[in-house]
């Protein structure tokens, strides 16, 4: 990292941060033309979770090439400056990872990662109908690597209290 005072290698707050966001971005490439997407997710700390339709350009990626990208932001503000235009900045905190994704085809691994993602959410789990389970797609990415980065104006001593 170009600024390492800006960057957030603390598990314990890389996973805060995720918790605290509401989407996921996920960034897939094939034959050198890149495709990026948000997404609803799931989170455990080793695997994030998410679903798909039963077919879609997502898919045909992933397919394709398993390796992704994703990223994860949260606290965004945007800190002007009256006077300066160029001394305008954004204030944030984010996680950028890579790792492998796999189809989940066993029924209650699906189940589980649908949980996962309403987990999420509603901080609850749910019963979901067989026909609703077996009308999507789900996933996990294996996280291979992970960091976090946040804005100069964030104190990582007090990080939690900026979550």
Same mark, same amino acid.
């Given at each position: 990292?170009?600024?390492?005072?800006?960057?957030?290698?603390?598990?314990?707050?890389? $996973?805060?941060?995720?918790? !605290?966001?509401?989407?996921?971005?996920?960034?897939?490439?094939?034959?050198?033309?890149?495709?990026?997407?948000?997404?609803?997710?799931?989170?455990?700390?080793? !695997?994030?979770?998410?679903?798909t339709s039963l077919e879609g350009m997502k898919i045909e990626y992933m397919r394709r090439n398993n390796?992704?990208?994703?990223?994860?932001?949260?606290?965004?503000?945007?800190?002007? $400056?009256?006077?300066?235009?160029?001394?305008?900045?954004?204030?944030?905190?984010?996680?950028?990872?890579?790792?492998?994704?796999?189809?989940?085809?066993?029924?209650?691994? !699906?189940?589980?990662?649908?949980?996962?993602?309403?987990?999420?959410?509603?901080s609850r789990t749910w019963e979901f109908d067989k026909k609703s389970v077996d009308n999507c797609r789900l996933w996990r990415i294996e996280i291979e690597s992970m960091t976090g980065k946040k804005? !100069?104006?964030?104190?990582?001593?007090?990080?939690?209290?900026?979550?």
């Amino acid at each position: 990292m170009q600024q390492p005072e800006k960057e957030i290698t603390n598990r314990i707050h890389i $996973d805060q941060i995720i918790q !605290k966001s509401t989407i996921c971005r996920l960034a897939l490439c094939q034959d050198n033309k890149p495709y990026l997407i948000p997404l609803s997710f799931g989170y455990d700390g080793p !695997k994030i979770y998410f679903h798909t339709s039963l077919e879609g350009m997502k898919i045909e990626y992933m397919r394709r090439n398993n390796q992704v990208c994703f990223e994860f932001e949260h606290d965004i503000r945007i800190l002007g $400056d009256k006077a300066r235009g160029c001394d305008w900045s954004v204030s944030f905190l984010s996680v950028i990872g890579f790792g492998k994704v796999a189809e989940i085809t066993k029924y209650e691994a !699906k189940v589980a990662a649908l949980n996962q993602i309403m987990l999420h959410y509603s901080s609850r789990t749910w019963e979901f109908d067989k026909k609703s389970v077996d009308n999507c797609r789900l996933w996990r990415i294996e996280i291979e690597s992970m960091t976090g980065k946040k804005s !100069k104006d964030k104190d990582i001593t007090n990080l939690e209290q900026n979550i």
